[in-house]
């Protein structure tokens, strides 16, 4: 496990943090914890689903036989 030292947190965060924390009824240090954890989670997550966006677009592109010059041209001309 690593350890964390935030400097400078903005006063209105931290009051936040601490309001979280005392509803859940656990320490700020878990509530800051778990607050981080859930970021990475979601963003992580979020990328997976971009990523399998893309890939299956992609799938897809390739059995029709896209140009990809076609595909260069149309973009280019649709942002002038």
Known sequence: ?????VRQLDEQVAKALKT???RRGVSLEEEVRSTLTASVASRRDAF???????????KSASRKGTDSARLIRKERDASG
């Open 1 to 5: 496990m690593a350890d964390l030292k």
């Open 20 to 22: 979280r924390a005392a």
């Open 48 to 58: 997976r689903r971009r990523a399998a966006a893309v890939r299956s677009a992609a």
